[in-house]
């Protein structure tokens, strides 16, 4: 039986679906996406001049790509996204999706590290966004302190992880190893601030607060389902249209928490649209966020 920590808190078994990404080359993307990450296309839509494209693993839908006629590049120094990082079961999945981005012409690698709850390679697509594939280590092996969780940056050798974990059933495997969308690292104006919208409003919990100018926040005792740094984007305001982030995606169990949510958002005066399976609000950048409920098909991801 699964429980809510109460009315103030997301469920404990919230988790996060797929991240929407606006692009200028929708083809590009996409066969980056499906070669780097061994991801697939599961469902496509036209909506006027925008065509909506779900990738994933499996059954699971990951990103929802969009493209975007005539947005500009994102501003690096603007709120927005830093990374969408993906999860995987094992190291061998993780080592095998490592080799195939590092592989990949088009990605640009932008480093590896051991985060004490972690193990974590960043790589940049071709328009500018921030990617993490990562594994987590078992949960008793994260230490507590305080009430947060210890995180580090400590060095990881990438030819070493792969000569270790990288097999030829993992690379033969492809998109029908499980993956799923482990967090999402945002970029914000101010820390406070997204403290008060993501912790307070939205109901993700503390779990790290000690890195100068970040915040890591989750629900369940994880070490974190997003997190909100300002070290590119300090000051920054409103984001205007443009290429990148379009929505996070948040998965709650049941009505109860969809209804717990508007409560909240309510009492700290914050604008939502709700349709029963889904609740969508904005942060004060502008970064529209959806908590829905689970079972997501891809067509119901298209939809929204």
Do not use: C, K
Not at 135 to 158: F, K, N, Y
Not at 227 to 247: C, E, F, T, V
Not at 290 to 296: A, G, I, R, W
């Amino acid at each position: 039986m699964t429980t809510q920590t109460n009315d103030r808190h997301l469920h404990t078994d919230t988790s996060m679906g797929a991240v929407t990404l606006r692009v200028g080359d929708l083809e590009s993307m996409s066969g980056y996406y499906s070669a780097a990450f061994a991801m697939v296309p599961l469902e496509e839509r036209t909506r006027g001049r925008e065509v909506h494209r779900v990738l994933g693993r499996g059954a699971t839908p990951l990103v929802r790509i969009v493209h975007t006629p005539g947005l500009p590049t994102a501003d690096p120094r603007g709120a927005g996204l830093f990374h969408t990082a993906f999860l995987f079961d094992d190291a061998a999945a993780l080592a095998a999706t490592v080799y195939r981005a590092a592989q990949d012409p088009r990605s640009r690698f932008a480093g590896s590290a051991d985060h004490l709850v972690s193990e974590a390679f960043y790589f940049t697509d071709p328009e500018g966004n921030g990617v993490e594939l990562y594994t987590d280590r078992s949960r008793d092996q994260w230490v507590r302190r305080d009430g947060q969780i210890e995180m580090a940056t400590l060095a990881l050798d990438p030819n070493d992880y792969l000569r270790q974990h990288l097999t030829q059933d993992a690379l033969d495997a492809g998109a029908t190893r499980a993956g799923a969308v482990g967090h999402v690292h945002l970029q914000v104006g101010d820390v406070d601030v997204a403290r008060a919208f993501y912790v307070d409003a939205l109901g993700f919990e503390t779990t790290q607060a000690t890195y100068p100018g970040a915040l890591f926040a989750a629900a369940g005792g994880y070490h974190h389902h997003v997190a909100m740094n300002s070290w590119n984007s300090r000051g920054a305001g409103p984001r205007a249209a443009a290429l990148g982030l379009g929505d996070v995606s948040v998965t709650v169990p049941g009505r109860d928490d969809l209804d717990a949510l508007i409560v909240r958002l309510r009492e700290h005066d914050i604008h939502y649209d709700a349709d029963g399976r889904s609740v969508r609000a904005t942060d004060p950048w502008g970064t529209q966020v959806t908590v829905t409920l689970p079972d997501l098909s891809p067509d119901e991801l298209l939809t929204r």
